[in-house]
């Protein structure tokens, strides 16, 4: 299998789709137990049908962010229900960490897509560890990591969108503005609790 193509109209439609009905709601249910607000979900490359979605549970334990929470829960699946990972799209609704993008690698998928960026990360989140990790550990900048690489190709859904030639692209970007909201809600709500809860990187 190779990688999804990245500006599939009916992907980019799908994904934004299981972001907002599919991870939004069981992370707004996470973020009140004070967890954050990542969350990450599986989909086939062959129909894009959801397998399974996750969010953030670092009240339980601090490595458990959305991907690798994801992880977790993917590998307690039946093993005769769960496909190859080669099979499947890797979607995150934050460009991944470096534990978590090396954790997506060992685990043998060929690609991720994310809705925010590092970018977005720092400047509208206030969560600024995965980039202080980048530059400490690797010296590296927001996103100065290789997005294509021998393992993986990474891109993000709303770069994808901005760059459709499509009749449906606004109707696309007005959900993708509606979805940006619901995490700056859901954002507030954690920063006004994070100084209640015991995780290392708050
Ligand atoms: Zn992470």
Same mark, same amino acid.
């Given at each position: 299998?190779?990688? #999804? ?30 967890? *954050? $607000?990542?969350? !990450? ?11 399974? !979605? ?7 334990? #601090?490595? %458990? ?18 496909? #190859? ?20 690698? %060992? ?25 202080? $990790?980048? *530059? ?24 994808? $969108? ?5 009749? *449906? *692209? ?17 954002? !507030? ?10 995780? #290392?990187?708050?």
């Amino acid at each position: 299998m190779t990688p #999804p193509n990245f500006n599939d109209e009916i992907l980019l439609t799908k994904m934004l789709n299981v972001l907002e009905n599919d991870i939004v709601p069981m992370t707004q249910k996470g973020v009140e137990l004070g967890n *954050k $607000i990542f969350g !990450a979900a599986v989909l086939r490359k062959s129909d894009y049908s959801l397998v399974l !979605a996750e969010t953030n549970n670092e009240m339980e334990n #601090p490595l %458990w962010h959305g991907e690798v929470h994801l992880l977790k829960r993917f590998y307690e699946m039946d093993a005769n229900k769960r496909p #190859p990972t080669s099979e499947l799209i890797f979607l995150t609704t934050h460009e991944p960490c470096t534990m978590c993008m090396s954790a997506i690698t %060992w685990a043998g998928f060929d690609n991720y897509f994310y809705f925010f960026s590092h970018v977005d990360s720092k400047d509208a989140f206030a969560i600024p560890h995965d980039l202080k $990790i980048m *530059k400490e550990l690797y010296g590296l900048d927001a996103g100065g990591y290789n997005h294509e690489n021998a393992f993986f190709t990474a891109k993000g859904i709303v770069e994808g $969108i901005n760059s459709l030639n499509s009749d *449906k *692209k606004a109707d696309l970007l007005t959900q993708v503005d509606r979805i940006a909201k619901s995490y700056d809600e859901m954002s !507030a709500t954690y920063q006004n609790s994070k100084s209640e809860n015991d995780i #290392p990187l708050s």
